[in-house]
């Protein structure tokens, strides 16, 4: 990948990168939809993302090329304005570090990725996180992981206009490689956590897609909020299970459900981080299993496909769980795996799906890696 984008952007731009900034995607092991109630999430970087040639200029102009894209981009950092298309990702970090107050340089920049887009491995943070980098190293800013993940979760809520919470830039920007990370989304406090020794990462694509801007994703938020609200909490993340049941008579049964997903997922979010850290493969997997139940029956964010894809996963006897990840109604399932029987999980696991579905799948195995990094090109 760093080969394929030096050679682009010396073909684009007809002369050398100085560096390449690299970020991942992320998947989310456990923890869905506690995020934006301040709860607690467990994602882990994984070993797909988002590679960045580019040279700082001595104007304030930006050429962009996207590899996967093939088009090329001008644009002033003077007259940023509102548009559609992959420049809005570094058009809106650009615009929320000069917000920020930093003054930034242009750059040429070429860029190729290998997270599948859409699939709720977070493309889009990707993308965020490595041009944050390719612009703190372009204009001296210093490299500050939470101040560069709020800055690219900025750019995504308010230039892209995607609601999404700070998870995705988090993980992208802080990932550690065998490690998932507990986040604390309240805090922000971040947590390494060791996977089980001999698990693999499985990313199951359904090869279904849900379109963002679905109103169903405001619509459970907006129900998070109500019950919040009748409870007379702040957030969701200020209840405990027991404290909700007390108030079970004051929520209609659709408020309880979804606020019941959110307080017991976050605490299936804990116990997966204490049996990560005792090596308990079994007990993360049967929370794992668990919250994909909640996620189908309490917060009604799965899909038959989900659905289909998750049953397929556990079924196999190297699956300790499998759920849906992402928002959910489309996308992929992930499930942890015992590493060394990864590639017969694979196959089974695809050829069970089609049986059900008669769609087509993608298995992807990951391995849990580092976040944002820069490599200076300089005499290379
Ligand atoms: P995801 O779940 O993958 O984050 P999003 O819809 O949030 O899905 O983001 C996908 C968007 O990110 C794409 O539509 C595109 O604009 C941008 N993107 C992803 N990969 C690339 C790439 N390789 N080059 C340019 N833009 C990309
Ligand atoms: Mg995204």
Partial sequence: ????????????????PTHIAFAPGRVNLIGGHTDYNEGFVLPAAIDRGMWLAFRPRT????RLYSVNFDREIHLSLDYLTQGRGWQEYPKGVAWALEEHGYRLRGIDAAVVGNVPRGAGLSSSAALEMAF???????????????????????AENEWVGLNCGIMDQLASAAGRRDYALLIDCRTLDLEPVPLPPHTAIAVLDTGTRRSLTDSAYNNRRAACEAAAARCGVHT???????????????????????????????????????????????????LINASHASLRDDYEVSSAALNAMAGCAVGHDACYGARLTGAGFGGCCVALIDSRRASSFASAVQMCYTNQTTLESQVILCLPSDGATLKDLHGV
């Fill in 1 to 16: 990948m760093e080969h394929q984008v030096i050679d682009a952007f010396r073909k684009q731009f007809a002369e050398d």
């Fill in 59 to 62: 104007d304030r102009v930006m």
């Fill in 132 to 154: 944050a980098r390719a612009f703190a190293a372009a204009s001296d800013i210093e490299w500050q992981i939470v101040p560069m993940a709020q800055a690219a979760q900025q």
């Fill in 236 to 286: 969701l993340r200020d209840l405990t299970p027991e404290q909700l049941e007390a108030r079970r008579g004051i929520l209609s049964d659709e408020l309880y459900r979804r606020a019941r997903h959110v307080v017991t997922e976050n605490e299936r979010v804990l116990r997966a981080a204490e049996a990560a850290r005792s090596s308990d493969a079994e007990r993360f997997g049967a």
